[in-house]
């Protein structure tokens, strides 16, 4: 199919990408296009203007901001946020998140804050970012915002940015010795997740004493599980401990998983235990 007719602006600040936006009915920011170009060409999306901001410099990297947080740009390929040795020391769940997105292509080309902002339930980053305790700062015509990914994602392809707002960075913050890891149920064909868990684990001398669950995937947006967390906290991580906090995830998500032609709600409920475990022993290697 081919996409409905628009107009095209490349700009080269964020402070003009923002302006445009701001001023300009109907306009949609452009990243990396490996979701906006497929919504267009089957015209589940119909902007007026395509503003593209791909090519500003000043959105793409990866840093430590005062040993405290990773500072990641919104426009950062996946490819680079999997390889960067600071996401990989610091938050390597996200390394792995974003290393296993789609083929080397989706990688290359496609953005973390481009998957982020489009908040597809079955994307791999925003469980990890959210599970990560992240932060996504934005720039809008009333200035920055910093926004908590509790608060960001808000259900089905829907978050927190307003249309005229640009997504600028994701913040992780740096927690000591804290481990981390991603685990999911690929879809055969696309790589999406038909369920993703990511898990941030803090122990001391053998006993878990903080948890982070997030699932994603199998639920409208990415959720936090307490029940799991409560599972884990206070136990030596073994073999029980994971079947406790398996069963209590599936438990927890069963009302809210979502059902279609990839695989039933019950399905998805019951493998979230399952790349929980996963997710768990790959933190703990
Ligand atoms: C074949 C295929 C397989 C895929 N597999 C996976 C997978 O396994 N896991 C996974 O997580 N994802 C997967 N994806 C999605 C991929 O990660 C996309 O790159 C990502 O979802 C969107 O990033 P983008 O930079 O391409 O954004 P775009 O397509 O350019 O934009 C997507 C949406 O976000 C908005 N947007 C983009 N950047 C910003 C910004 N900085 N501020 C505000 N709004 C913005 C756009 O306006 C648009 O609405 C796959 C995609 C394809 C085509």
New binding site residues.
Partial sequence: MRPPSFSYQRLSSVAEAVQMLSSTDNA????????????LNQRL?Q?GTIID??RLNE?NGVSVTGSSKLMIG??T??AVVAASNNVRRYCSALAT?CG????P???N??????????A?P?????TVVLAAGGKLH?MGPNGERMIDAADFFQGLFTTA?QPD????AVEIPIVADRKSAYA?L??PA????VVGVAVFLNTENGSCTNASVAVGGATAKPTRSAAAEQALVGTALEDAALDAAAAALTNEIQGDAVGDIYAPSEYRAAMAGAMLKKAVRAAMV
């Fill in positions: 949609k920011v452009l990243a990396g296009g490996h979701s906006l170009i497929p919504a999306s902007p901001i791909g959105l919104a426009l390929p996946h998140a296993q997105v789609g083929d292509q989706v990688r080309w496609g953005t973390l804050g481009g998957n982020l902002a489009h597809d079955a994307s791999d980053p925003p934005t940015l707002e640009i997504l600028t999911k690929a879809h696309s790589r999406y997740a």
